[in-house]
């Protein structure tokens, strides 16, 4: 069965710090969307990838993917995105043809997931789980807080989750396509992840081991960890 990778780069980068969209950013002199794009056509599985753009970036998306070499047995399509990452998968299943049973969603902002984490999901949900998430252990311990009354209060302590039944998800998260389209058909709540809505669905989520490789580049210091990866990779 053919798979389709939707990948929502829609974002503005806020945390980032000021400049274009974080999906359209370069990393070692190549945007961090071409590299996702890479990461999920690198998967022979994969035929078909979703970019869901910036809602005014569509046409300079498409010319970004004209100008890149990326493999030639994958499809690309592209389409605008919406006000939440939510709303930009949702935009991105819209154009998602019939043939297509199970889909991955991609952060544009993991640019470095190895092909390794790619085929392990996909392998599970082949498997028959209706939704698949990478995910890791936590180096550090977390603490669930009572929100500040004040900003320049110091914040309570409420709660310290076991650690050792915490994991940090990642994507590509996959999914059988039903289930994940009637996710989005169903859950109104605003989440931040696709998994979750399953989760709300009363449906089986299964956790396979993430990579270090595939973190979210959020914050400036992981533009310098994920430069740092790509020259040790020599790209
Ligand atoms: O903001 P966050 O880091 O959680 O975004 C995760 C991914 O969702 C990024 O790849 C970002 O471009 C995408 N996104 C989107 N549409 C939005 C907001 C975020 O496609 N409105």
Excluded: C, W
């Excluded at 819209?94 to 470095?112: C, F, G, K, T």
């Excluded at 709540?189 to 270090?212: C, F, I, K, W, Y």
């Amino acid at each position: 069965t053919p798979i389709a990778a939707v990948i929502p780069a829609a974002g503005r980068g806020v945390r980032l710090g000021p400049g274009a969209p974080k999906a359209l950013r370069a990393l070692n002199g190549t945007p961090m969307l071409i590299h996702a794009v890479r990461a999920m056509a690198a998967s022979r599985a994969v035929s078909l990838v979703i970019v869901v753009a910036p809602p005014d970036g569509a046409a300079e998306v498409k010319s970004l993917l004209d100008a890149h070499a990326l493999p030639e047995r994958t499809d690309f399509l592209v389409v605008p995105g919406g006000e939440t990452r939510q709303e930009s998968v949702r935009l991105g299943l819209d154009a998602l043809p019939p043939e297509y049973e199970i889909v991955l969603v991609h952060d544009a902002a993991r640019p470095l997931v190895p092909v390794e984490t790619v085929d392990a999901v996909i392998e599970a949900v082949r498997e028959g789980a209706p939704a698949v998430v990478p995910a890791l252990p936590l180096a550090d311990t977390v603490k669930e807080v009572e929100p500040a009354a004040e900003a320049d209060q110091p914040e309570p302590v409420v709660a310290t989750p076991d650690r050792a039944r915490l994991r940090a998800v990642q994507t590509p998260q996959g999914f059988d396509r039903g289930t994940l389209i009637r996710a989005h058909e169903t859950v109104t709540d605003n989440v931040t992840d696709d998994a979750s809505m399953v989760e709300q669905l009363g449906l089986r989520v299964v956790v396979v081991p993430g990579h270090a490789e595939a973190f979210k580049v959020t914050r400036p210091l992981d533009l310098v960890l994920a430069e740092a990866v790509l020259a040790r990779r020599r790209l």
